[in-house]
């Protein structure tokens, strides 16, 4: 039996105009909110419940389907300010007025979007192994395994820990322990991405990817909030470089790096995190 309080919380929905969402919320509720985004071919369910308990010690945790996506009805879309515009439907209609973002990797670009689509609705902005947007000057050029393990029909337990964890003894043990803590969720049987979401997340991110960076960076520059930015030094998905780029462009910005750990730092060092993103919250 699983002794994390994410794995008690229990499914909510809540009707927007586009879809009727689906999320879980745990932690003390006032004050601001913070609402999660995630991954590509993520839904709730993957969420680390050891993270989620971390981070709901002191805050307002939410959860959440976007549109088309998991448990949440809707049509799937195609490009990250179509995500974002799912966001900011589901935020509405819990009726919060103001919320901190926290995205991992694809979220992490999304709530950016966000962002900078409705300033007055974030407060503080945490990005977690993401690219802020286009192609990041100077960056390597991805390893071919990485997407052709991205893009395969069924990804396995060993393609995510190759994924998200350094090729080292530590990093694929946290890696499968990781999946352990997620597997109680999993085995409820609940709904996962489809292949047209999966197919519009792809899509969205080659039309991140074109972006010219000169238009990432200017838009950089119009975000005036705190952010948090962090990255493991190890990641093969997206490197440092990027999250070290975007904090040169963001004007109130700090970058956090995690030398022993890859594209899911988070659920490696989830303790560790939870208490960097508490105190940037509260700072």
């Known amino acids: 039996m699983s002794t994390y309080l994410?794995?008690?919380?229990?499914?909510?929905?809540?009707e927007g105009p586009s879809a009727t969402f689906t999320y879980r919320r745990i932690g003390p509720q006032g004050g601001t909110p913070l609402v999660l985004l995630n991954r590509v071919r993520?839904?709730?369910?993957?969420?680390d419940?050891?993270?989620?308990?971390?981070l709901a010690v002191e805050h307002d945790v939410i959860v959440f389907d976007d549109i088309g996506h998991g448990y949440t009805t809707?049509?799937?879309r195609d490009s990250f300010e179509r995500f974002a515009?799912?966001?900011?439907?589901?935020?509405?209609?819990?009726?919060?007025?103001?919320?901190?973002?926290?995205?991992?990797?694809?979220g992490g670009t999304v709530a950016q979007h966000i962002t900078l689509k409705r300033?007055?609705?974030?407060?503080r902005l945490v990005?977690?192994?993401?690219?802020?947007g286009g192609t990041v000057p100077g960056a390597p050029d991805p390893d071919p395994k990485v997407r052709a393990t991205m893009t395969k029909p069924e990804v396995t337990a060993e393609d995510l820990v190759f994924l998200f964890f350094p090729e080292t003894e530590a990093g694929r043990a946290a890696g499968y322990e990781y999946l352990a803590r997620v597997a109680a969720r999993l085995a409820a049987g609940g709904p996962g991405v489809s292949e047209a979401a999966g197919l519009g997340q792809i899509t969205a991110i080659a039309k991140d990817a074109a972006i010219p960076f000169e238009q990432v960076r200017a838009d950089l520059e119009t975000i005036k909030h705190p952010v948090l930015y962090a990255t493991g030094m190890r990641d093969v998905m997206i490197p440092a470089l990027a999250s070290y780029t975007a904090v040169q462009h963001l004007p109130n910005a700090t970058l956090v790096?995690?030398?022993d750990a890859g594209h899911g730092f988070p659920f490696q060092h989830p303790k560790a995190f939870a208490t960097q993103v508490t105190a940037f919250l509260a700072a």
Do not use: C, K
């Open 6 to 14: 994410a794995d008690a919380a229990e499914n909510l929905t809540v």
């Open 42 to 47: 993520a839904t709730i369910d993957w969420w």
């Open 49 to 54: 419940p050891e993270f989620l308990d971390h």
């Open 74 to 76: 809707g049509e799937p």
């Open 85 to 106: 515009d799912g966001a900011i439907e589901f935020i509405e209609a819990l009726g919060l007025p103001q919320v901190d973002l926290l995205g991992w990797t694809m």
């Open 119 to 123: 300033p007055e609705l974030v407060r």
């Open 127 to 132: 990005v977690a192994a993401a690219n802020p």
């Open 257 to 259: 790096a995690y030398s």
